[in-house]
Nanobody, 124 residues
Framework: QVHLVESGGGLVQPGGSLRLSCAAS????????IAWFRQAPGKEREGVSC????????YVAESMKGRFTISRDNAKGTVDLQMNTLEPEDTAIYYC?????????????????WGQGTQVTVSS
């Protein structure tokens, strides 16, 4: 059974960093594209970043480029999101999601499996 668990969230001051991790189990991560999404209170879910299944091509949403980096370790079954220079606007619940296949869109409708999310709060 496909299972995704996010970790690494917490409270951080503006300008700080966090590294989120998505641990996958019950399936072979190599065959799945992984994406991170976030949802802030009162706002729609937003795509953050995604990474392809095999060759590790990545995409980061425009507002986060230069601050966020996605990476994967198929051997460990994990996909990480390094977040630097965090801003209060980055406060949200962050979710990782998986989809089988070679495409890797940053569109939530394309993803079949989701984790429970991890809270990130950026505040002084």
């Amino acid at each position: 059974q496909v299972h995704l668990v996010e970790s690494g969230g917490g409270l951080v001051q503006p300008g700080g960093s966090l590294r989120l991790s998505c641990a996958a189990s019950g399936f072979t991560l190599d065959f799945y594209a992984i994406a991170w999404f976030r949802q802030a209170p009162g706002k729609e879910r937003e795509g953050v970043s995604c990474i392809s299944n095999s060759d590790g091509r990545t995409y980061v949403a425009e507002s986060m480029k230069g601050r966020f980096t996605i990476s994967r370790d198929n051997a460990k079954g994990t996909v990480d999101l390094q977040m630097n220079t965090l801003e209060p606007e980055d406060t949200a619940i962050y979710y990782c999601a998986a989809k089988y296949g070679t495409s890797w869109p940053l569109n939530a409708d394309n993803y079949d499996y989701w984790g429970q999310g991890t809270q990130v709060t950026v505040s002084s």
